[in-house]
């Protein structure tokens, strides 16, 4: 399973359908753009170090950006930002499922609605 931002930023709300699916997962993943999102939207040193403490105690799986995986994305920028705002983060998010044949944990499901490949796990806040 790969976990998307907005899943995290539930749980650090700590939102009890957020974490009750947090917890009930075996293991995840986040791809690196999401630990970068999150990092970016922390208001100080103390939410870095907790987010930082999550990652280490629920074992997260950080999946790094590849050549397969840049390009692909670029491929889904090119093709649908102007028709449809496709963002450089979700089509990356995306995309790492899709090369990891892992479903992606999201509430977000109009993000990703044009990547056709990719299985989704939807969240319900």
Known sequence: MLV??????????????????????DGFSISVVT??????????QHEAVAFN??????????I?????????AMF???????????????ALIGVTAINRQLKLATANTKHYQYLQEVKIEKFEV
Do not use: C
């Open 4 to 25: 998307d931002t907005d899943v995290l930023i539930w749980y650090s709300r700590a939102n009890p359908k957020a974490i009750n699916f947090i917890h009930q997962l």
């Open 35 to 44: 630990y970068m999102e999150i990092m970016q939207g922390t208001r100080n």
């Open 53 to 62: 403490r999550l990652v280490s105690q629920l074992s997260i799986k950080i």
């Open 64 to 72: 790094q950006i590849d050549e397969l995986i840049s390009s692909k």
């Open 76 to 90: 889904f920028v090119e093709k649908y930002a102007l028709s449809y705002n496709m963002q450089l983060a979700d």
